[in-house]
């Protein structure tokens, strides 16, 4: 099997309302990986990726919806938002076809079927698929995504960290879902994570994320920001890094730095312009932004780029 990260997919087709993707794919072990695919575009998209029989692939849509495309177009099985798609046959290869619908996100991840009895080698009996009855047969199963893996999918996503650890990162968030996916007691889920059992929330809390980025250079303060979404400063705090993994004004930070970086790279703007553009007064309180997160100053970092 020939998994290489971030591969660029050429052969799509050549329908000129289907736009083309590849997935962002991260190896975590051997028979081990994790593909994102978001759409955020008002049109289809068609993702492909070659996939052997000795892989078992779990499929979450988190936003949106998608079809997987099977026997060259002849069959279709939709995955709709919030909902899960486990995908095991050991008697014929499984590639992924899919049309992303307009504004779909989607988490897979594909575990060999090696690297999964080595997870759950004492689970067999529990896992259907595992069993020696079922060894060699197919297994399709479509379920909900839970509060909690939701949070896991979200942190996955959204991902904002260091490049450097992004494969550890994925592979501690993978197995976690793993485990959530067949955890026995459907109950369990919420008492993990109560916060986001009310939808409510979980919707507040976007929106959050979304006024932070849209007035980056002028952010509201906490306190505005709680008003302004309807939700108490504590839930704030609590249900914003549960679902990003961070605190407001650092997830901020990480993407103020990041629109800077691209916006240095275009060679359309000047280090004050980037620095006011992301909210920054002074050029040298920029520089010195840019360099705790980077290491290095705006113009060393351009000059290394040649």
């Known amino acids: 099997m020939n998994l290489n990260n971030n591969k660029n997919i050429s052969d799509f087709s050549d329908s000129k309302n289907i736009a083309r993707g590849s997935f962002d794919e991260t190896r975590l072990d051997d028979g081990f990986y994790v593909l994102c695919y978001q759409n955020n575009e008002n049109e289809v998209q068609v993702v492909e990726r070659e996939i052997d029989s000795r892989f078992i692939q779990f499929h979450f849509c988190i936003k949106g919806s998608s079809d997987f495309i099977f026997n060259n177009g002849n069959y279709r099985l939709r995955i709709e938002e919030e909902n899960s798609l486990l995908l095991y046959n050991p008697q014929r290869d499984l590639p992924?076809?899919?049309?992303?619908?307009?504004?779909?996100?989607?988490?897979?991840?594909?575990?060999?079927?090696?690297?999964?009895?080595?997870?759950?080698?004492?689970?067999?009996?529990?896992?259907?698929?595992?069993?020696?009855?079922?060894?060699?047969?197919?297994?399709?199963?479509?379920?909900?995504?839970?509060?909690?893996?939701?949070?896991?999918?979200?942190?996955?996503?959204?991902?904002?960290?260091?490049?450097?650890?992004?494969?550890?990162?994925?592979?501690?968030?993978?197995?976690?879902?793993?485990?959530?996916?067949?955890?026995?007691?459907?109950?369990?889920?919420?008492?993990?994570?109560?916060?986001?059992?009310?939808?409510?929330?979980?919707?507040?809390?976007?929106?959050?994320?979304?006024?932070?980025?849209?007035?980056?250079?002028?952010?509201?303060?906490?306190?505005?920001?709680?008003?302004?979404?309807?939700?108490?400063?504590?839930?704030?705090?609590?249900?914003?890094?549960?679902?990003?993994?961070?605190?407001?004004?650092?997830?901020?930070?990480?993407?103020?730095?990041?629109?800077?970086r691209k916006l240095l790279e275009s060679g359309e703007h000047n280090v004050n312009e980037v620095g006011l553009k992301v909210g920054y007064s002074t050029s040298s309180h920029f520089i010195s932004a840019f360099k705790k997160k980077y290491g290095t100053t705006p113009k060393k970092y351009l000059m290394a780029l040649g």
């Open 96 to 260: 992924i076809h899919l049309d992303v619908h307009p504004n779909s996100w989607l988490v897979s991840i594909l575990v060999s079927i090696k690297k999964f009895h080595g997870l759950f080698s004492q689970e067999a009996d529990y896992i259907t698929f595992l069993s020696e009855d079922n060894k060699d047969k197919k297994y399709y199963q479509d379920g909900k995504i839970s509060p909690s893996m939701a949070i896991a999918l979200n942190q996955i996503i959204n991902y904002n960290l260091n490049n450097s650890i992004k494969s550890l990162y994925f592979r501690g968030k993978a197995l976690e879902l793993l485990s959530l996916y067949f955890n026995r007691s459907e109950d369990a889920d919420i008492e993990q994570c109560p916060f986001l059992v009310d939808e409510t929330n979980v919707i507040k809390i976007r929106k959050a994320k979304d006024i932070m980025i849209s007035r980056m250079a002028e952010p509201p303060t906490l306190q505005e920001l709680s008003d302004e979404i309807g939700l108490s400063l504590k839930k704030l705090k609590e249900g914003f890094k549960q679902i990003y993994g961070d605190s407001v004004f650092s997830f901020l930070f990480d993407y103020k730095m990041e629109v800077a």
